[in-house]
Every structure is written in C-alpha cells, then in structure tokens.
C-alpha cells in the first residue's frame, strides 16, 4: 500500500512554454501533497505544500505565479511549471501523507524535467 | 548554519558490515525523525519513523534518537550490495507538517 505515481517521469520541453506534472496517490486520500525539487547529489528542496481544496504555502524564494500547484482533490495534485526556462531543468517530487497516518510521508517516483 | 546535518560520506562498506548514519540538528522543536533510502533517479522511500526519543527496531534496521544531543541514528545490521542507495535523514516539528532533510549520505556495500 502507500502507493504515489508522477506523470510524467520526463519530460522536454522548450524555453517558454508550460508543463504539468501531476502527483496521484493510488491507494489512500491524501489531505496534504508536498512538491519538492531536487538538484543533482543535492538533498530535497521543499517548494510548497498543497492541502487539498485550499491554497498551497509556498516556501520563501519560490514563485508561486511561476510553480503553480492545485489539489483539486484527495488523490491529486499538479504542480504547472510556467514559462520554463533552462534553469528550470530539475527532477521535481512529490509526496503525500495518508489522511488517515499524517505523520507519514509517501513520495512519488519524481519527475526530470529539461527545459531546452 | 543548516537545521539538519548529516554526515556527508560517501560511505563505502563491505558486505556484512555494520552500518551507522548519522544526522545532528539545532532545532530543539523537532519531533518526529524518519530516515529514507533513495535509490538513483527515483522518489525516496520511507524507512524509519520514530517520534521523539528512543530506539525503534525493523528487520536489519534500528533508528536512534537522542533528543537531549540534537542527534539521531540509523544502523544497518549485516548490510547487503542492495543497500547501496542514499540515506536521507529528515525531521518535522509535527505530524503532517514539512520535514527539514539532510543532504544525504551516499552509501555503497561491496560484495
């Protein structure tokens, strides 16, 4: 059980268009979803974290108009990158704690994004 | 100075071997400590999870937390080549809150 999927595990794009990645846990509700981000042998780096039917908290130096996250519902949410550029290029993560266990943090497999 | 930090490594072992991690933090509000694996080019997995100090026992796996030091522990008992993975350390001030990571430490187990 405790199952999190990412879509798309990779993804090229082009400088100046849009990507979503969308974070499902498959087999148990999740009120709270946090996005991550993570450089190469660098540990994560927590971006925001998205609670089901509110607004998601970004963390200090992240651009909420550029990482735009909706958890439109207990199984899913999507983190849209805007405008990409190459600094963009990273391996985005999500996880999701169980309703019912909180206290438990399931990830996804993460996605690699490129921006060309 | 970072929240967490962990021993840097890498850390190279051979089979059989006795494995300690090793994490330190300032923030004396932390209460739940977890450790993950991470292999290459994939999400964390949950290993551990204890709350507040102790020892906490799984398999070839034992997580300590010293609360009084700021210092937490994760051994790997008769490690195997499949072990080889990053460790991660992490922690939060509450339940469903964010956790603070660790940079991680590398570690590889060499038949």
């Known amino acids: 059980g405790a199952v999190v999927s990412q879509h798309p595990s990779w993804v090229i794009c082009k400088s100046g268009t849009s990507v979503k990645i969308e974070c499902r846990s498959l087999?148990?509700?999740?009120?709270?979803m946090f996005w991550y981000r993570q450089f190469p042998k660098q540990s994560l780096m927590l971006m925001a974290t998205?609670?089901?039917?509110?607004?998601?908290?970004?963390e200090q130096g992240v651009e909420k108009d550029k990482f735009l996250i909706n958890h439109a519902s207990l199984t899913l949410s999507t983190l849209t990158v805007t405008s990409a550029h190459p600094e963009d290029s990273s391996f985005y993560i999500c996880?999701?704690?169980?309703?019912?266990?909180?206290?438990?943090?399931?990830f996804g497999p993460g996605t690699r994004l490129t921006v060309t | 100075q970072k929240e967490v930090e962990q021993d840097p490594g890498p850390l190279s072992v051979p089979e059989g071997a006795i494995v300690s991690l090793n994490c330190t933090y300032s923030?004396?509000?932390?209460?739940?400590f977890m450790w993950y694996r991470q292999y290459s080019r994939k999400g964390p997995e949950l290993l551990m999870y204890?709350?507040?100090?102790g020892n906490k026992e799984d398999g070839r796996f034992t997580a300590q937390v010293d609360k009084s030091s700021k210092y937490i522990s994760l051994f790997i008992r008769d490690s195997q080549p499949s072990d080889s993975a990053t460790y991660l350390c992490?922690?939060?001030?509450?339940?469903?809150?964010?956790?603070?990571f660790g940079d991680g430490t590398t570690l590889t187990v060499k038949p």
């Open positions: 998205s609670n089901e039917g509110s607004k998601a908290t970004y």
């Open positions: 992490a922690m939060s001030t509450k339940p469903s809150g964010k956790s603070t």
């Open positions: 204890t709350y507040s100090s």
């Open positions: 923030n004396s509000a932390f209460q739940y």
């Open positions: 996880s999701a704690s169980p309703t019912s266990r909180s206290y438990e943090q399931y």
């Open positions: 087999d148990f509700q999740a009120t709270t």
